[in-house]
């Protein structure tokens, strides 16, 4: 059996974006409640809650090596605890990655409700014009149901050669050796979770987004959000949805209700019931991957349930202490978040109202005002900038089809300019602080594979030497980072590139190219 890796290993792509345009200013801290919460606020304490328990949460977090960027905390309805490391902030979405898989799977839990589908169906009834010539056994074995718990037969994920077809993603996917009988090997398959939103289309001719609109994203009032497409214009269904914080913990909240929201029965409760329960073996070993999977959801110890994403996006359920949490980060090390979690947010959680707690109270909100993301330090101040302010710099020819550069720099920060054949982007970035660009657009430079949606993006700027300046940058509607070393050589100028993934793994190399420009006359 294979694990949901090799998807993280595979699907760093075509997940999130990244841009820029002008300034909005300093990143505020954005803990306190306010019009931007759904639901009801409550000190942790009154709610059975010990902000002791989230204060060292909180330090865990901080002290991982991992990058964390929001987390809420939901106890019988009430939020005890939410925050976003700067210059994440609450009114941002984030790319889900795989936590998008749950959203899909909720789509097929209300088709069913509706009595659209019937989830031992054939997969191959819905695609008469795209089965191959002659199916395999196996492929006409396998059903909505083995697509919904991972079990479609297939010895590799499915996904690969579907995003590098010629033909049609569900045509690639049907075409694609089915070597195991379906319903006896797990493997996490992408793919098959696109074919779950194809097959919705065939019933319904519309998207998941479409489909989902009046149904869930309207009823818990989730908006802003947006989901990338494949080639057919279908929503890629187990990648690509990007949602607040809190609607992350809204879907949990509406699991943990059985399917009630609002005294309506959005999903029936047999169904939440089958989909966060356990239906296959997932992997070996004793840890969160090895609980086994329901329908596009995974089982936890100590009783909860959770979707996830790749590098650390969670929606962790845990029904027996009548808790939500949401989770967004970027990580190598999936498992140590969930620890962190189990060691010092679950014996947090205890029964009854809790004694007041004045002075960990007043810390907890503190620490949660100040969370934010390491900045690199240098030298804010550069006695021979003038050489370069304002100048224009030529760029040798280059992957990214960028002709100049320049560079300002003011007491606030400085400001990057990039001409492109497309035209002229601008991002400003504070002295080793972090600065919000307001608007979306595409980023100049991406790394292969990445950063196909257009975010906001912010980014500080320091000296590390008398010749290198490093700009970095934190898309915040995604997960992703990039760090950018400007080294000056009198009238050369070299550009390199380290993305925050590439980052994590000691030793690998960015695959993009060092830019070479000259000081123009």
């Known amino acids: 059996m294979q694990s949901r890796r090799h998807f993280i290993r595979t699907a760093g792509a075509g997940l999130a974006g ?14 306190q409640p306010g019009p931007l919460s759904f639901f009801p606020h409550a000190q942790p304490e009154s709610q059975g809650v010990s902000s002791k ?8 977090a901080n002290n991982s090596g991992a990058s964390w960027h929001s987390f809420m905390l939901l106890r019988h309805g009430h939020i ?23 959203f899909t799977s909720t789509a097929i839990g209300m088709l069913v409700k509706e009595g659209k589908l019937d989830i031992q169906q054939p997969v191959i009834s819905f695609f008469p014009k795209d089965v191959p010539a002659n199916p395999s056994a196996h492929l006409q074995k396998m059903t909505v149901k083995h697509l919904l718990t991972m079990n479609t037969g297939n010895a590799a994920d499915t996904l690969p ?81 990007r949602v607040k914080t809190e609607d992350i913990a809204k879907l949990g909240q509406l699991y943990l209700q059985k399917g009630q929201w609002k005294g309506k029965a959005l999903l029936t409760e047999s169904w939440v019931k089958d989909a966060t329960g356990y239906q296959t073996s997932s992997q ?28 650390g996006q969670y929606c962790i359920v845990m029904p027996d202490k009548d808790a939500v949490l949401a989770i967004t980060s970027q990580t190598a090390d999936m498992q140590q978040s969930l620890n962190i979690v189990w060691e010092h947010l ?37 006695p021979d900038t003038t050489a370069y302010q304002g100048k224009k710099w030529t760029l040798d020819k280059n992957d990214f089809n960028a002709t100049t550069m320049q560079f300002d720099f ?43 949606q257009p975010t906001k993006v ?64």
């Open 410 to 452: 003011s007491p606030a920060g400085c400001t990057w300019t990039t001409q492109t054949a497309s035209g002229n982007t601008v991002l400003r970035l504070g002295w080793e602080k972090w600065v919000l660009n307001k608007e979306r657009q595409s980023y100049q430079f991406p790394e292969a594979g990445l950063n196909h």
């Open 18 to 31: 990244i841009g820029f345009l002008p300034i909005l200013g300093p990143v505020g801290r954005l803990w």
């Open 161 to 241: 050669p579907m995003w590098k077809s010629d033909t049609s993603w569900v045509q690639t996917f049907l075409a694609q050796p089915v070597e195991f009988e379906p319903g006896t090997h797990f493997l996490y398959n992408t793919g098959a979770t696109y074919m779950l939103g194809a097959i919705l289309h065939a019933v319904t001719g519309q998207t998941l987004e479409q489909y989902l609109a009046p149904r869930l994203f309207q009823p818990l009032d989730i908006t802003g959000y947006d989901w990338e497409t494949s080639p057919q214009q279908l929503n890629t269904a187990g990648y690509g949805l």
């Open 346 to 382: 679950l014996p947090a959680l205890q029964d009854g109202v809790l004694a007041d707690d004045p002075a960990s109270a007043a810390a907890l909100k503190t620490a949660l005002k100040s969370l934010a993301l390491p900045v690199v330090k240098g030298n804010i101040t550069k």
């Open 53 to 60: 328990g989230i204060l060292a949460f909180i330090a865990a």
């Open 80 to 102: 005890v605890a939410e925050g976003w490391w700067n210059p994440y902030a609450a009114e941002f979405t984030h790319s889900l990655y795989s936590l998008s898989k749950s």
């Open 458 to 521: 912010a980014g500080t700027a320091t000296w590390i030497n008398d010749k290198t300046l490093q700009l970095n940058l934190r898309f915040v509607e995604t997960l992703h980072g990039d760090q950018i070393q400007c080294v000056f050589e009198g009238d050369q100028l070299s550009v390199s590139f380290l993305d925050s993934l590439t980052a994590m793994t000691p030793g690998k190399a960015d695959n993009r190219k060092a830019l070479k420009a000259t000081l123009a006359g």
């Open 284 to 311: 070996e070993g004793n840890g969160d991957w090895a609980q086994g999977y329901g329908y596009q959801f995974w089982q936890c110890r100590h009783g909860a349930f959770r979707g996830d994403g790749a590098y």
